[in-house]
């Protein structure tokens, strides 16, 4: 399953060694991923879906189980978002991410989902990353809201020694002093974990700032920094989101920026390979 998640090769490391195996890419380029915080209803979701598509996206993300810090808050609609994203993906032929947060959920889960996300709540939850690292599927992994980079490194150890090494790494922001932003979003992590691994490092300028009119700039900002891509929340309404509304962007927002990723692109890569020769 999944259009973008192509076997490529090895490039992972663990216990400092280079394991060969079947290792992966999210996709060609600078690779977006972008949808709702949460799945809301059928018909927001095919319009997400449907921008997304329009602007070339392949894999969305779209929350179905979600972790909140308040119990009373929106926590998703659990198992009625299946069929609305099997729906979207048939019809617009994404891949989708979803965050597990029990590996009881992973088999529902599996029905629909071409990658397990990791959250930050989670990424000292070893026995879900066992779990998910037997799951089949490749896995994002988001890092601890406080968590050093060698424990972020280390969680993804637990999932590949047992045996998904499809790992992409996610800096989405650590705990700041200034309540400004919602996280202070860590980019010297993306060439640190560049140099480190072999695995694709994705920034995620949404949780990392909190923040709409942060997610563009910061989002060049990860690109220019060597970033394999990054993930987004959009949503057609950002003042009726049922949760992280402050930090979606609309759907012009989103199309600026792609137009803003797809033009700098060119920029980044050329520069690359004019300094790497
Ligand atoms: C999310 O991406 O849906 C999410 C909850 O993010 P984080 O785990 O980084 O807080
Ligand atoms: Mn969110």
């Known amino acids: 399953m999944g259009y973008n998640l192509r076997l490529q090769e090895p490039r992972i490391v663990i216990k400092g060694n280079q394991v060969t195996g079947p290792v992966w890419s999210l996709g060609v380029g600078f690779v977006v991923i972008a949808g709702p915080c949460a799945v809301e209803s059928r018909d927001s979701l ?6 997304l598509a329009e602007e070339g996206v392949r894999i969305m993300r779209a929350g179905i189980f979600k972790p909140r810090t308040s119990p009373y808050s929106f926590r998703g609609l659990g198992e009625e978002a299946l069929p609305m994203i099997a729906e979207a993906k048939e019809r617009f032929g ?8 029990s590996p009881e959920d992973i088999p529902v889960m599996a029905q629909v989902v071409d990658m397990f996300q990791v959250g930050s709540r989670n990424m000292f939850n070893y026995r879900l990353l066992e779990a998910v690292g037997r799951a089949g599927k490749p896995v994002l992994l988001k890092r601890g809201m406080m968590a050093s980079l060698r424990e ?6 637990y999932i590949a020694l047992e045996g998904e090494r499809r790992i992409a790494l996610c800096e989405r922001g650590v705990r700041g002093f200034d309540t400004e932003t919602r996280n202070l979003l860590d980019l010297s992590a ?17 949780h990392g700032t909190g923040r709409s009119e942060l997610v563009i700039p910061m989002a060049r900002a990860a690109l220019a920094a060597g970033a394999d891509g990054v993930m987004v929340e959009v949503h057609p309404d950002p003042s009726r989101a049922l949760s992280d509304g402050p930090q ?30």
């Open 46 to 51: 095919l319009e997400i879906a449907h921008l």
């Open 94 to 101: 994404l891949s989708v991410v979803s965050e597990v947060m």
């Open 152 to 157: 972020f490194l280390w969680s993804a150890e």
């Open 190 to 206: 993306v060439p640190l974990l560049k140099a480190r691994t072999y695995l694709p490092v994705i920034v995620d300028p949404s």
């Open 248 to 277: 979606a962007l609309d759907f012009p927002g989103f199309r600026r920026l792609m137009s803003h990723l797809r033009e700098l692109e060119g920029v980044v890569s050329r520069l690359k390979s004019s300094k790497e020769d």
